[in-house]
């Protein structure tokens, strides 16, 4: 049988996935014994899981219960912010540090995410995340990846994805187009102004999106 750590791990990882694909959506209450029902786990686990949801911000404790946390635009320029710090930097160094065969995986991913345009917003997201972590992976900085690990992944990317106009996705897929293409160079100050700016571009469409969402 697995034990409290493994049980409590994987609790966490379920829950984080409810909340990032909107299973459990924002403001939710969340009730342990709903939540032990729906992963098939005991309380303990899912004790531990929540307190974990919410070191990563993902959910709010209210009194006796947890809730799951609502970003507004002020929280979402937050995390925009620190995305663009951290995954510049790390794109900076990627230009650097990464391999051959790094470079090209991440110019598969590319030519991927392009072959397949027409795909669901969820897809879509996932490519996104894909194309992302392969830069981060080849900055060579455990650190820093782990931090941005922690900052990549909130529900409202996958909720706005669905509200994105077609030329937001252009302006996204020729954004990373100009990042791997600067990546090939080995131009690591262009790569990092280019990584800040894509990500400034979609903090302007994803706050208007939420922002519509919230008139809504």
Known sequence: MPSSPVLAERAYQ?????????????????????LCELIGIG??????????????????????SWTVREFNVSDIQDVY????????FAARLAATRASDEELARIVAILDEHE???ELPPEQQVTLNEAFHTAISAASGNEH???LM?????????????????PEDYRIGHQGHREIAAAL???DAESTEALVREHYRIALEALATQVGGLARA
């Open 144 to 146: 820093l990846i782990r």
């Open 81 to 88: 912010e620190a995305r663009m710090a951290m995954e510049g």
């Open 14 to 34: 379920r829950l984080r996935e409810a909340i990032v694909h909107g299973e459990l959506r924002p403001n939710q209450r969340l009730v342990e014994a709903e």
């Open 115 to 117: 072959r397949l345009e």
């Open 184 to 186: 090939m160079r080995r």
């Open 149 to 165: 690990e922690r900052n990549r992944r909130f529900a409202f990317d996958h909720t706005a994805a669905r509200l994105y106009t």
């Open 43 to 64: 309380r303990t686990p899912v004790r531990t899981a929540l307190h974990m949801l919410e070191d990563q911000s993902l959910i709010v404790k209210q009194r006796t």
